[in-house]
């Protein structure tokens, strides 16, 4: 899907609305008070009511967007822009490109869609499809901190498709980084309640994701095709985004990675949307 058809699909509020409405009711609609079933559909305030315990839900809830006071399209576009660049778009450029004030707003935006990405990164990583240990790794730099033993550079290991996955597949193209050092164990817990504060949405990704990887096994040896990903890692880390604190590098890293994976698409916009609500349906 080009940005045309997307227009033409997707003209405004209402379209998008009777999108997520007939995606959702073809996958099926689950009270999350009682787990019935059965609801009606409220014309007039938009959402589904339960027949059994009258409980509400509406087109947002269970998706990226809960709790998000911006309009479907708004995500909708978001969506879009985030899936159909082999690259990333920055927070400046996203806020310019959807014509929206508040830079925080799109910041955590865009945060919620790259937090959804590493879901599905993650989700490939539990299915068995990638080696639970990394074969290579690489230094890329983060933003400095303040104080000054902080270390400008952080270890990115790299964990190729495994070879039963890759064989059962046909092919081996698939890839994860793991961003496994740095200072997030340090970070206090935030609470999500709190109002006017933007919680660090990532935790530790070597607890994540369960692995340690002793000294001796480190490797230098890079492949051609492992060195190209670091270095367009790197150009879009540094070039785009500027560099990025130790703290959120992981959720702009499994975006790296959500787009490699999903390379093979026809139209990774759809796709996206599909796992979406597939996930949360």
């Known amino acids: 899907m080009n940005f045309k058809d997307f227009l033409t699909k997707f003209p405004d509020e209402e379209s998008c609305q009777n999108f997520i409405k007939a995606k959702r009711e073809a996958d099926g609609i689950s009270c999350r008070k009682c787990g019935c079933k059965n609801h009606y559909w409220r014309k007039k305030t938009k959402v589904w009511q339960c027949k059994k315990c009258d409980y509400r839900t509406s087109l947002k809830v269970g998706t990226v967007m809960e709790n998000s006071n911006l309009d479907i399209r708004t995500w909708m576009c978001a969506f879009f822009l985030s899936t159909h660049t082999k690259k990333s778009y920055s927070t400046c450029e996203m806020k310019r490109l959807l014509g929206m004030s508040r830079f925080e707003t799109v910041w955590y935006l865009m945060h919620r869609i790259r937090q959804f990405m590493s879901h599905e990164n993650k989700k490939l990583f539990e299915c068995g499809a990638f080696d639970h240990r ?47 050092s740095g200072d ?62 130790q703290k959120y590098i992981q959720l702009y890293i499994d975006e790296f990675s959500y787009k490699y994976n999903s390379r093979m698409y026809d139209n990774p916009f759809e796709s996206f949307l599909n796992s979406v609500f597939r996930r949360f349906g």
């Open 184 to 245: 997030v164990l340090k970070e206090p817990e935030m609470d999500l309640k709190k109002k006017n504060r933007y919680p660090a949405i990532i935790k530790d990704r070597q607890r994540d994701y369960d692995f340690k990887i002793p000294e001796h096994e480190k490797s230098n040896y890079l492949p051609a095709w492992t060195l190209a990903m670091f270095q367009n890692l790197k150009a879009v880390l540094k070039g785009i985004h500027h560099l990025v604190d």
């Open 134 to 180: 990394p074969k290579l790794y690489m230094k890329i730099p983060v933003r400095r901190r303040i104080k000054k033993d902080d270390t400008p550079y952080i270890e990115v290991f790299i964990n190729p498709e495994s070879k039963t996955s890759s064989l059962l597949r046909g092919s081996s193209d698939l890839m994860l980084m793991i961003a496994a």
